[in-house]
């Protein structure tokens, strides 16, 4: 049975009399303000944070309650079903939403009722004994306001948890709005405000990672909580891969490594560490990366930073195609095989410096037989192993070893 249907139907076992209720009305000032004097006594959150305006605006709050349940349980009210008691529970519910909304928390709330309870009724079964009640009477009457205050209570508990609940919604969204726009790299200017809205604190930079989602929730809990996720299709990834993006923030330096150990035994791909506005380069390198099968994530995370030099010349795949056949014309007159082997040592003789004896080494040939094939390049080419523009030319084209093409017969 709820209180306000018990109390209807309890009220006349009370002997409430007309006199006894108005004495205790009189007093609920006094009450009121010795209940909030305790709660900021004995609750640390309400200390100091009960002052001026907001000290008589709560001392109001706690006599109006008061006399809500006076009205509830005089016996000379007759039983109304549209009794005070809804506005009561529906100031209660307003009064947690706004504790969750300043930020104290719901054990505060409670220890302050708890109290507010014991305060309140130490003043109330003063006058009621001093007034003659009978023992079974202020007996009924402390179960009767002690189950009043628990509903007040859970009524205060039902807007501080729904208050959180729709705060948190109203911010993962935020926060995936600016997730989305830190991934678009719109303007600096409107990053800081989509950031102040959705409450996060910009770091210096951040750090993309493509992780598998079935992992995510793992890695998560190991990173910032400051860290910004993204689960939706975005440009670049492939849906069927079903990879999350990360944006980790202040992952640079030194803490790259630490990143990249935690990361250790997961299929992921580190972009690079960017300004925090600038972090969309981060993610296109990233798919990039991860889009030319770079490295090799199954066997763990794949550092971009480690693979430049393969991202650079992956850039334009074309030009890289027609810089090759510009810069190696003089190979293609020649048989395939042969091409490929003069192609093969100029590569390494490039990497090496022309030291002879090391080319060998790499190519496992005797130094005899790199003396001889250079000597056919030196034919081919000419002075223009000798011209900066040209090894920078065949440096690059080179840069991935060249496949023997297929021969028939």
């Not at 670049?236 to 330096?253: I, Q, R, S």
């Not at 794949?302 to 810069?327: F, G, K, Y």
Request: no cysteine.
């Amino acid at each position: 049975m709820s209180l306000e249907a018990g109390a209807g139907h309890r009220a006349a076992h009370l002997n409430l009399d007309v006199g006894m209720a108005a004495t205790l009305r009189g007093q609920l000032p006094v009450v009121a303000e010795r209940t909030v004097s305790a709660i900021t006594a004995e609750v640390p959150d309400y200390s100091g944070a009960l002052t001026g305006a907001m000290r008589a605006k709560i001392e109001n709050a706690v006599r109006i309650a008061l006399d809500t349940f006076l009205q509830l349980i005089e016996g000379t009210q007759a039983f109304d079903p549209s009794t005070p008691l809804t506005p009561a529970l529906e100031a209660a519910y307003a009064l947690g939403s706004g504790e969750a909304r300043s930020g104290r928390s719901m054990d505060a709330l409670l220890a302050a009722y708890r109290v507010g309870a014991r305060v309140a009724w130490r003043e109330v079964s003063t006058t009621t004994v001093r007034g003659g009640l009978a023992a079974a009477t202020v007996a009924e009457f402390a179960e009767l306001m002690f189950a009043y205050i628990d509903e007040l209570s859970a009524a205060s508990v039902a807007g501080h948890s729904d208050e959180l609940a729709s705060a948190g919604r109203v911010r993962r969204r935020s926060l995936e709005r600016l997730t989305q726009q830190l991934l678009a790299g719109e303007p600096e200017e409107s990053l800081r405000r989509s950031a102040e809205r959705a409450d996060w604190p910009p770091p210096q930079t951040l750090t993309v990672v493509l992780l598998s989602r079935r992992h995510l929730r793992a890695v998560l809990a190991m990173l910032s909580p400051h860290t910004l996720e993204s689960g939706e299709d975005l440009p670049g990834l492939n849906p069927v891969e079903e990879l999350a993006v990360l944006l980790v923030p202040d992952a640079h330096g030194g803490r790259r490594r630490q990143l990249t150990r935690l990361l250790h035994g997961h299929r992921a791909v580190l972009g690079p560490a960017r300004p925090w506005h600038r972090v969309a380069a981060s993610y296109q390198r990233a798919a990039r990366a991860l889009a030319l099968g770079v490295g090799q994530p199954d066997a763990g995370p794949v550092d971009t930073e480690r693979h430049l030099s393969t991202l650079l010349l992956s850039m334009d795949p074309e030009a890289l195609a027609d810089l090759r056949a510009q810069a190696l014309a003089p190979l293609a007159a020649l048989p395939p095989a042969t091409a490929h082997r003069l192609a093969e040592t100029l590569r390494s003789w490039l990497l090496h410096q022309g030291r002879r004896d090391d080319v060998a080494a790499d190519l496992f040939v005797h130094p005899q037989t790199v003396r001889y094939r250079m000597g056919k390049l030196r034919e081919l080419f000419g002075d223009r192993l000798h011209d900066p523009a040209t090894v920078l030319d065949l440096t690059i084209a080179l840069a991935v070893p060249p496949e023997p093409e297929a021969t028939t017969g």
